[in-house]
């Protein structure tokens, strides 16, 4: 049988590394989908309910693995939805390529059905690598170059097909002037800087008295080195969002999430230290970094256009985190004073005891910190959490305490809801025998991931055990954004905007085969995590929760507080509730008993 320009580019991914490929078909695409079907066994492809939740699995799959994530539509409409879930890879520096079909190369040009300028709309998402085929021999050096230029700049890249080429016979590149001869194949390089700027480095850590270490994803695989680095600095060591599986959460000097979402223990080690440590991390806010000036900081990061960015770095080190601190590390002099250490241990010490009588707080009905509060000491070994953005990041990021050897993560530059459920799936995809829970707020399943949940139930009984659990949120409400309209525009809740529909999300779980819990008690929250990990069937838990519970930034600024006032004075609908959560949150906790 001649083999087809479709059946050259499954070849080609294969012989690439590619195993897995998500996405929804269509007539643009179908010569590709024919050619998948001839190689069943050797790429499988996942049927995902939307093409921008199969591109959010191509870079939660990148994210999870390392690996080339890889998504595919049909022309048109099928590669216009891509495009979110593809800036979420790019904005997170993740390999994805995303394969597309086009129309007829004849008719282009010629305002047919379904004919959009590909090449201009992913110039932006994928302008690393984004080219059109328009011969058959032309696409063996592309299929290359998009995967190669993918993987070794950890960029997103995308490959357009005429729907008719991908029938066509496939052509080598012919031996003549005009033509290119590419090769499969790529090696990790070790980025490591030179000594002398690793010395400058040590110097500057080694003078300070104060240090204080950022991780973000870009040192997920470097855990060692920089435990054995905070260890002889001496230094609390905050994470960004992304970073968060860095680092244990039991170990004392750990100060959690930075940020609006993160805790005062890593407010106050940006805002007191003298040497700041930026590794791998892009965290975008520089009002909770140290003040310009402050600190002296040393930045270490593989991308060049990412030092010195958010704070003026006195040493910037393009290196792979790993290996620039297994080289870092002999140069540094071990902190014998211990005093620093042992104040930023104090803070994380007395932020636990908040975090819990926080939680503990009573709430109308669930409190939603008690959600995440009771998961956290009962996750499995080995566990991989997702969460989408919106409030339900607020307690992910605090009240979620991480353990050695578990994965997490969310959309982080893009900040896109409706992520967690696709990421989740592809998760439990990449590694069958983990555990995978979805923490998602109510606005991100009724916008897209209640249909995902149909991707579940059709794939579950293939995975080699069944735990996967999507726990939602349901407080009726657009929480993160109403919060937003009251703390930082000084409006009231604006009930046309923010107000969403109840929908019994467990009942529909139990509609297409998956179980269903619903929980309105608080003494019941434990229980229904217990219930949920002991299922031997995926489990949708619905948390009936407050929306007056406030997602308390790690400082309150008086214009913050200002505005929050003005909010309430116009009439806020929630008014009532609002007071009486914020005032448990904010006195409870520094009460002595915490009044519950």
């Not at 950890?154 to 008719?164: C, E, F, H, M, Q």
């Not at 669930?366 to 339900?392: F, K, W, Y």
């Not at 046309?496 to 529909?508: E, G, K, R």
Request: charged share 20%.
């Amino acid at each position: 049988m001649t083999m087809t320009v479709g059946d050259f580019l499954v070849e080609r991914l294969s012989q690439w590394g590619v195993t897995r490929i998500f996405g929804y078909p269509g007539d643009g695409i179908n010569g590709v989908f024919g050619a998948l079907s001839r190689v069943q066994g050797k790429i499988e492809f996942i049927q995902a309910r939307h093409e921008e939740m199969a591109a959010f699995m191509a870079s939660a799959h990148a994210k999870f693995t390392g690996e080339l994530g890889v998504c595919i539509a049909t022309s048109g409409p099928g590669a216009s939805h891509l495009i979110t879930g593809l800036y979420d890879a790019r904005m997170d520096h993740m390999p994805v390529l995303a394969i597309v079909g086009q129309q007829a190369r004849a008719a282009l040009g010629g305002h047919y059905q379904q004919e959009l300028d590909l090449l201009s709309m992913f110039k932006d998402v994928a302008g690393a690598f984004v080219q059109q085929a328009s011969a058959p021999s032309q696409v063996r050096h592309l299929v290359d170059r998009a995967v190669r230029t993918a993987v070794g700049e950890r960029r997103v890249t995308a490959l357009i097909l005429p729907n008719d080429l991908q029938e066509l016979p496939y052509e080598e590149p012919a031996r003549e002037h005009g033509t290119v001869h590419s090769g499969v194949g790529y090696s990790k390089p070790k980025v490591l800087p030179y000594d002398a700027d690793l010395q400058r480095a040590a110097e500057v850590l080694n003078a300070g008295e104060k240090v204080a270490i950022l991780v973000g994803a870009g040192a997920l695989n470097a855990t060692d080195q920089v435990f054995a680095v905070a260890q002889k600095l001496g230094a609390g060591v905050a994470k960004a969002l992304l970073g968060k599986a860095v680092l244990p959460d039991d170990l004392p000097w750990v100060t959690g999430s930075i940020g609006l979402l993160g805790t005062e223990p890593s407010y106050k080690l940006m805002m007191e230290c003298d040497t700041l440590l930026m590794i791998g991390s892009g965290f975008p806010y520089s009002e909770f970094l140290p003040k310009e000036g402050q600190a002296r900081g040393v930045q270490i990061d593989l991308q060049p256009d990412m030092l010195s960015l958010r704070y003026p770095m006195e040493v910037n080190l393009v290196g792979d985190a790993a290996e620039t601190l297994a080289a870092l590390a002999p140069l540094l002099v071990p902190k014998t004073s211990g005093k620093w250490r042992k104040k930023v241990e104090g803070w994380r010490n007395t932020w636990d005891k908040t975090l819990h009588k926080r939680a503990l707080m009573k709430a109308d009905p669930i409190n939603p910190q008690r959600v995440v509060h009771e998961l956290s000491p009962r996750m499995p070994e080995q566990a991989i959490i997702t969460c989408d953005s919106g409030s339900c990041a607020n307690w992910y990021a605090r009240d979620l305490q991480v353990r050695r050897g578990m994965k997490c993560s969310l959309s982080g530059g893009l900040a896109s809801m409706g992520a967690a459920v696709p990421y989740a799936i592809a998760a439990k995809f990449a590694y069958p025998q983990r555990p995978v829970i979805a923490l998602v707020g109510d606005g991100a399943m009724q916008m897209s991931n209640m249909a995902e949940l149909i991707t579940v139930a059709k794939y579950w009984k293939q995975w080699q055990t069944p735990k996967w659990i999507c726990a939602v949120f349901n407080n009726e409400d657009l929480n993160q954004v109403t919060w937003e309209q009251r703390v930082m525009e000084g409006d009231p809740k604006f009930e046309a905007s923010q107000n969403i529909p109840d929908v019994p999300y467990h009942l529909f779980a139990i509609s297409i085969g998956l179980k269903g819990i619903f929980v309105d008690r608080e003494e019941d929250v434990a229980g229904a995590w217990e219930q949920a990990l002991a299922s031997q069937v995926p489990v949708v838990i619905e948390f009936k929760t407050d929306p007056n519970v406030p997602p308390l930034p790690p400082h309150i600024k008086l214009e913050q507080a200002k505005k929050f006032a003005s909010s309430l004075l116009q009439g806020d609908p929630n008014q009532a509730g609002v007071i009486i959560q914020t005032a448990k949150q904010v006195l409870g906790s520094v009460l002595p008993g915490g009044k519950k």
